[in-house]
């Protein structure tokens, strides 16, 4: 599977946007980018995907890098209770599967 | 319907015992998956079933046991578990196509304390 890398911690203060960089140097032409999101004590929830172009959503945005090298996760107005370990994932045709990596905590102040 | 089901939420069980872990959905998914989660950690997949056969075990040890009866059912039989086992066990669900234009459905997991 391709890799993704993503900063550990963010922080956003409460009504503002928030943006989450994703890395994904290797990603190959059939990946598809994910979005998860885990709140405490939750399993992880469907964010947003998409492949080449941008994609909106209820949720989010999601932006993605011309050479599809990097994509950023748009949260247009933080709220507390978009405090959540967020995942970005490349789900590849290999297989029928999503493997997580570390993900970014982000952290909403009041 | 568009949740994933799982019972029960909270399990504490000995070394010896027998016990299992319910998954259930109504999506019409034919994907459903198994996943565990250490505390700070991410999911680590376990088990993944296509059709109601399973197609990927990740290494996982015998004392774990999937089992898909029908598209809507996923059990994680358990037996002779040890402490380390301990953990969150999410279920998820999922279209069974190959290429990866969906999203993925998560139960919110069993918390399973092994004593």
């Known amino acids: 599977d391709a890799k993704t890398t993503q900063p550990n911690s963010m922080e956003s203060n409460e009504e503002e946007p928030v943006h989450l960089p994703c890395n994904h140097s290797?990603?190959?032409?059939?990946?598809?980018i994910h979005w998860y999101r885990q709140l405490p004590s939750q399993g992880p929830e469907y964010v947003i995907h998409g492949l080449t172009s941008n994609v909106n959503n209820r949720m989010a945005s999601l932006a993605i890098a011309e050479d599809r090298k990097s994509s950023t996760l748009i949260l247009h107005r933080a709220t507390l209770r978009d405090a959540a370990v967020y995942y970005c994932i490349l789900r590849d045709n290999a297989g029928n599967m999503l493997t997580f990596g570390g993900g970014t905590r982000l952290m909403v102040k009041p | 319907d568009t949740e994933v089901t799982q019972t029960p939420k909270h399990l504490v069980m000995g070394m010896t015992n027998k016990k299992s872990l319910k998954c259930e959905q109504h999506?019409?998914?034919?994907?459903m998956y198994w996943y565990k989660q250490k505390a700070k950690k991410p999911p680590e997949l376990m088990f993944v079933?296509?059709?109601?056969?399973?197609?990927i075990n990740e290494s996982v040890p015998s004392r774990f046991s999937p089992e898909c009866p029908n598209s809507s059912l996923l059990n994680l039989h358990l037996h002779a578990l040890q402490p380390e086992d301990s953990a969150l066990y999410l279920c998820?669900?999922?279209?069974?196509?190959?290429?990866?234009?969906?999203?993925?459905?998560f139960g919110s997991g069993t918390r399973l304390t092994v004593v």
């Open positions: 998820a669900s999922s279209q069974a196509r190959v290429e990866g234009n969906y999203g993925y459905t």
């Open positions: 290797t990603i190959s032409g059939t990946d598809y």
């Open positions: 999506m019409g998914h034919r994907a």
């Open positions: 079933y296509s059709y109601e056969k399973l197609s």
